[in-house]
T-cell receptor, first 113, second 109 residues
């Protein structure tokens, strides 16, 4: 069965621009979560969507936003990019609840120059 | 606030040399303790979920155990292909995973 698909795999953007990342969860999975991974901070939770509603949010500024569509696909958007936003952005899907376990995608490597 | 501390930061083993990785945690309302393996440039790959103290799970050369304060990932007779970063995470009351910083394991032939 297909895993979690994230596009694009790599992205280079300039400071001040905005970016949209996409995530297609495993078929049947209704929960999609986003994480940022950096060498200094490790994996940090951004937000979680379930049935098109944001169910939980981490401690990131409002420049980071997301949404989920009726087919469970999700997008995250970062506006006014800063150099510190350079990171691996990971999407994870699960059936419904945290205890179901997450399956991660391969991530989108964002570089801000 | 949920917290996860993993040790050691890095571990180098010879092929066949068994060892254990540690994950200490504090969490309000444990919903699960998760172990993942991450290879360079890839997303974390799910290994195990443990839900209550005393629980153990095994998969090939890996065995995960859980107490009320920590979890261990035991690696028996490792092979070079076991080289990766092993991540521990807890799911708690805030409905999100809190990850540790990981243990980088290198197994030399």
């Amino acid at each position: 069965k297909a895993g979690v698909t994230q596009t694009p795999r790599y992205l280079i953007k300039t400071r001040g621009q905005q970016v949209t990342l996409s995530c297609s969860p495993i078929s049947g999975h209704r929960s999609v979560s986003w994480y940022q991974q950096t060498p200094g901070q490790g994996l940090q939770f951004l937000f979680e969507y379930f049935s098109e509603t944001q169910r939980n949010k981490g401690n990131f500024p409002g420049r980071f936003s997301g949404r989920q569509f009726s087919n469970s696909r999700s997008e995250m958007n970062v506006s006014t990019l800063e150099l510190g936003d350079s990171a691996l952005y990971l999407c994870a899907s699960s059936l419904a609840n945290l205890g179901d376990g997450y399956t991660f995608g391969s991530g989108t490597r964002l570089t801000v120059v | 606030e949920d917290q996860v501390t993993q040790s050691p930061e890095a571990l180098r083993l010879q092929e066949g040399e068994s060892s254990s990785l540690n994950c200490s945690y504090t969490v309000s309302g444990l919903r699960g303790l998760f172990w993942y393996r991450q290879d360079p440039g890839k997303g974390p790959e799910f290994l195990f979920t443990l839900y209550s103290a005393g629980e153990e799970k095994e998969k090939e050369r890996l065995k995960a155990t859980l107490t009320k304060k920590e979890s261990f990932l035991h690696i028996t007779a490792p092979k070079p292909e076991d080289s990766a970063t092993y991540l521990c995470a807890v799911g708690g009351g805030r409905r999100a995973l809190t990850f540790g910083s990981g243990t980088r394991l290198q197994v030399q032939p």
